[in-house]
């Protein structure tokens, strides 16, 4: 059993012994010498300048010696060859790609059976590691573990539904790589090749080192799929009823010819129906509508079906809707329809109104409870108690909605400070009359109207209005000159929705339009505070979210089906949440009385995109460079493995014996110098 060093550069350390040496040998015997007249007379004599060059104490040198020699002996890393132990001859890196499009045709069923085929079938002179793709990769089966614990670990994983990178997994496998010592480095790549997965991280640095890269192989360019993406569901009020209003985007790729799409709410179906799909865009929104009682819950579920179809997971997808909870708005305005139609006769359940008094602004300057949204017009912001109840409102992360229906030069300043500015040239409204030519359809005031049961938003005539420009907010209405009719700011804790036209009739016809109610609702719900975090997450993903102002209690859980799946801490009104695998709604609680809200997890419909490249420019980009990159060394010297060799303490030992050495040298010196 030979001994060898790891490091034996570390022996040239054994010259600094000389420092020691010589300074232990050269040091004078101290004396201390006192004059005094009795003794002046005697013959002075001479005195050797230096002492004689001989040890005055080899226990002490020894010490010394023998501590520096086992500190620069463990740095050298010693280890003996076993007999019987193969050196290692190749390091391999397996990424399992376990993202939901690997589940098409049984992809990640079949990769996963090769994984263990091989970690049965491999030499002792082979170590593997087994890499995880999922939303974060995750080292499932490092350098160096048993095979039949690998095994185990690859064999328990099962399918799952969320969206990774291949990027990060081949910076994972990358930097194990870069700790073995072997020159034959893989990495294997057991996947898809979608081409979205390689087309998101094509611009990056070079990283990758001298591994050789082995690609699956793609058997067809796509794969047919019919999938369910981006639903969304809000509560549409219009009169006396409510109603729940779903819209949802079908995706087909491939000869399906018509499709069944079923939508169940609360375990009940509420929408089936066959859709067409030759001649079709690949991608259509399709609207259902249902009745519901506003004070419960709804959770849903939209299912598609139809042939051929390889990725059955992408099927369904999940919606839910919190109990609507009445509104409360501070209202601040003139305008006789605005009146009418907040008022209880027309929104009870809804919103409950409070007038504010303009002479008398004090008493809402100085209340702690604020209402959920301040409707106001722009004539009452020439008092500045007016101008200062917006920022509080906003500043407060509550809602505003601001009806420009006059303007004056205080009017003009403070919505310069909101982020507006007239355009040039204009001094007051215009009298030109538009039609609402653009209307960004896709935000959720104005989604419900893509359904024409509401009513048609283009008929709106608008005949007086300020004309409006913003850098710093988004238009979401615009005339058919391009000019901005209602816009969303982006300044301010708070939402903010500015009208440029007041709601009277002088200014446009919408408060006698069917329409008027439902947007009216529409826009004060999105002007709420309460929903300003998102519900809809993919799994896997990390979120960070934001709860209400009431919310109390350390700790916050999120349910599935009255199960607990994960808890978390609330900071600062604050949770960091990791996202279930599973597709569903989930609860999570905060507080005493069990308050909380539900969540929505469905998958990234990138996934379900079944196109695949290959080979991918990026990963030439990823492996242009320093080919040695990753490379910290050459092959270890007689054939032993770093994982044997990192089994063996003997530099602990060493270490150990150094401190012990040190320690007794520091003892019997102070020893010798008190018996002195």
Same mark, same amino acid.
């Given at each position: 059993m030979p001994l060898s060093f790891l490091n034996p550069w570390f022996w040239f350390g054994a010259l600094g012994l000389v420092a020691p040496l010589w300074l232990h040998l050269r040091r004078k015997q101290q004396k201390s010498l006192i004059q005094f007249s009795a003794v002046q007379f005697l013959t002075d004599q001479p005195a050797a300048r230096r002492a004689p060059l001989r040890l005055r104490d080899a226990a002490l040198l020894a010490l010394r010696v023998l501590g520096l020699l086992l500190v620069l002996g463990a740095f050298a890393w010693p280890y003996l060859h076993r007999a019987g132990v193969a050196g290692i001859r190749e390091s391999r890196v397996y990424l399992l790609d376990n993202t939901m499009s690997r589940q098409a045709n049984n992809g990640f069923e079949t990769d996963r059976a090769r994984v263990i085929h091989e970690l049965e079938s491999a030499g002792q002179d082979v170590q593997v590691a087994v890499v995880e793709l999922t939303a974060a990769p995750r080292l499932i089966a490092p350098f160096g573990i048993d095979r039949q614990a690998a095994r185990q670990k690859v064999r328990a994983l099962r399918p799952s539904f969320q969206r990774g990178s291949y990027l990060a997994a081949f910076r994972m496998a990358n930097s194990l790589l870069a700790n073995s010592l072997v020159k034959n480095k893989r990495i294997i790549l057991l996947g898809d090749n979608q081409r979205n997965q390689w087309d998101e991280n094509g611009s990056v640095p070079p990283f990758l080192g001298n591994a050789q890269i082995e690609l699956p192989k793609s058997t067809a360019p796509s794969l047919p799929n019919l999938w369910l993406a981006d639903p969304h569901a809000q509560r549409v009020l219009p009169g006396e009823k409510s109603l729940v209003h779903l819209t949802v985007k079908l995706n087909h790729a491939g000869p399906a010819k018509t499709a069944r799409v079923i939508v169940t709410a609360n375990g009940q179906p509420v929408f089936s129906r066959s859709v067409p799909l030759e001649g079709q865009p690949e991608t259509m929104l399709l609207q259902a509508q249902w009745q519901a009682a506003r004070e419960l819950p709804v959770r849903g579920e939209a299912t598609i079906q139809g042939e051929p179809d390889a990725l059955k997971a992408d099927n369904s997808v999940f919606f839910s809707l919190d109990p609507l909870a009445e509104g409360k708005v501070a209202l601040l305005a003139q305008s006789p329809y605005l009146r009418l139609a907040l008022s209880p006769e027309v929104m009870r359940g809804q919103w409950a109104p409070r007038l504010l008094n303009p002479a008398n602004l004090a008493p809402e300057m100085e209340t702690q409870e604020l209402a959920d949204v301040l409707c106001i017009e722009s004539g009452y912001l020439q008092s500045a108690n007016a101008r200062k109840l917006v920022h509080r409102y906003l500043d407060n992360r509550r809602g505003v909605f601001l009806l420009v229906n006059r303007m004056a030069p205080a009017v003009v300043a403070f919505l310069h400070e909101l982020g507006f500015d007239l355009e040039p040239g204009e001094q007051s409204a215009t009298q030109t009359p538009q039609h609402f030519g653009f209307i960004c359809s896709t935000h959720p005031i104005f989604r419900p109207?893509?359904?024409?049961?509401?009513?048609?938003?283009?008929?709106?005539? !608008?005949? +007086?209005?300020?004309?409006?420009?913003?850098? +710093?907010?988004?238009?979401?209405?615009?005339? +058919?000159?391009?000019?901005?009719?209602?816009?969303?700011?982006?300044?301010?804790?708070?939402?903010?929705?500015?009208?440029?036209?007041?709601?009277?009739?002088?200014?446009?016809?919408?408060?006698?339009?069917?329409?008027?109610?439902?947007?009216?609702?529409?826009?004060?719900?999105?002007?709420?505070?309460?929903?300003?975090?998102?519900? /809809?997450?993919?799994?896997?993903?990390? !979120?960070?979210?934001?709860?209400?102002?009431?919310?109390?209690?350390?700790?916050?859980?999120?349910?599935?089906?009255?199960?607990? /799946?994960?808890? !978390?801490?609330?900071?600062?009104?604050? !949770? +960091?949440?990791?996202?279930?695998?599973?597709?569903?709604?989930?609860?999570?609680?905060?507080?005493?009385?069990?308050?909380?809200?539900?969540?929505?997890?469905?998958?990234?419909?990138?996934?379900?995109?079944?196109?695949?490249?290959?080979?991918?420019?990026?990963?030439?980009?990823?492996?242009?460079?320093?080919?040695?990159?990753?490379?910290?060394?050459?092959?270890?010297?007689?054939?032993?493995?770093?994982?044997v060799i990192l089994q063996q303490r003997w530099w602990w030992w060493m270490l150990l014996a150094a401190l012990l050495a040190l320690a007794i040298e520091s003892a019997l010196a102070d020893a010798k110098k008190e018996a002195a």
């Open positions: 109207f893509l359904a024409p049961d509401f009513g048609n938003l283009l008929d709106i005539e !608008v005949t +007086q209005f300020a004309r409006l420009r913003t850098v +710093q907010g988004v238009p979401l209405v615009l005339g +058919q000159s391009g000019a901005g009719l209602f816009f969303e700011g982006k300044n301010y804790p708070g939402k903010l929705f500015l009208l440029a036209f007041g709601l009277d009739r002088e200014h446009t016809s919408w408060p006698i339009h069917p329409t008027f109610i439902p947007f009216l609702d529409l826009a004060l719900q999105a002007a709420r505070a309460e929903r300003a975090s998102p519900g /809809v997450f993919e799994p896997g993903e990390v !979120v960070r979210l934001d709860l209400p102002d009431g919310a109390s209690g350390r700790e916050a859980v999120l349910l599935h089906e009255g199960r607990e /799946v994960e808890r !978390v801490r609330i900071e600062q009104r604050r !949770v +960091q949440l990791p996202m279930p695998d599973q597709p569903g709604v989930y609860d999570l609680r905060y507080g005493a009385e069990g308050t909380g809200r539900m969540l929505c997890v469905n998958p990234s419909p990138k996934e379900s995109q079944l196109v695949y490249a290959a080979p991918p420019n990026a990963l030439k980009s990823w492996r242009s460079g320093d080919k040695a990159a990753g490379s910290i060394g050459g092959r270890i010297p007689g054939g032993q493995s770093m994982r």
